[in-house]
């Protein structure tokens, strides 16, 4: 009977079937709905005006609270640090996570507003990432990305050999990643990447930037094109 609530409560939540594994025992999903009982009651108590609150893990920071907006469903996790101090802050769509230890910084300096963050629907953001989004990181529908990932949405000036390259300001041309994709883990994406729909990135790869296309599968480091998905059903 409570794994049948279970299952019709969190379809509910994420807006599609879900039928938890029959081999997890009871007390472990008892111990787990507990937990996310406690991350529901936080993230009331944090954006109680909000139209949807989020599932808040204990120990998460969440800084500049006003400029952060959630789709139903969303998911931060344990010691996540989100600090939304931007021009368009953090936009969250339907059934968002966030994972553990999971760091974003919408500014890099007070110097310099950042632009933001802005994540589709049915998003899946690892544990143990970094997301700088002063130059703006948008990424698209049904998107995941693996653990220890890093977004660098900004890039310092280096020009002048007389002058320190701390002082000589930062220039930014954003991230976008599109619908589909899956960034595996250890990866690195740097300011002016635009991934296509449904790309795949290996695991470690260095993705500088320009435009990577749809269904392409890159790796190394450079990120180089590898292969193109096909449908092969």
């Given at each position: 009977m409570f794994r049948k609530l279970l299952d019709g409560y969190v379809s509910r939540v994420k807006g599609e079937d879900?039928?938890?594994?029959?081999?997890?025992?009871?007390?472990?999903?008892?111990?787990?709905f507990r937990t996310r009982l406690f991350m529901k009651l936080r993230g009331k108590l944090r954006f109680w005006r909000s139209a949807h609150t989020p599932f808040v893990g204990k120990g998460s920071v969440l800084r500049c609270r006003r400029q952060m907006h959630f789709g139903p469903g969303v998911s931060i996790g344990e010691h996540a640090y989100l600090d939304a101090v931007s021009v368009e802050g953090i936009v969250f769509g339907d059934n968002v996570s966030v994972g553990k230890r999971t760091v974003i910084e919408c500014t890099g300096s007070l110097r310099h507003l950042g632009k933001g963050l802005r994540v589709g629907n049915n998003v899946g953001l690892g544990s143990d990432n970094f997301y700088g989004c002063a130059g703006g990181i948008v990424v698209g529908d049904d998107t995941i990305v693996g653990n220890f990932v890093s977004?660098?949405?900004?890039?310092?000036?280096?020009?002048?050999?007389?002058?320190?390259?701390?002082?000589?300001?930062?220039?930014?041309?954003?991230?976008?990643?599109?619908n589909n994709c899956w960034i595996g883990a250890k990866c690195t994406i740097l300011d002016g990447a635009v991934i296509g729909n449904g790309c795949i990135i290996a695991a470690a790869a260095l993705v500088l930037a320009g435009?990577?296309?749809?269904?392409?599968?890159?790796?190394?480091?450079?990120?180089?094109?590898?292969?193109?998905?096909?449908?092969t059903g």
């Open positions: 879900y039928v938890v594994d029959k081999r997890i025992t009871t007390g472990y999903l008892v111990s787990e977004f660098h949405a900004e890039n310092h000036n280096s020009s002048q050999l007389d002058t320190p390259i701390r002082l000589q300001g930062v220039n930014h041309q954003g991230i976008r990643i599109g435009v990577y296309q749809e269904n392409g599968i890159y790796g190394g480091v450079p990120a180089r094109l590898l292969k193109t998905r096909v449908n």
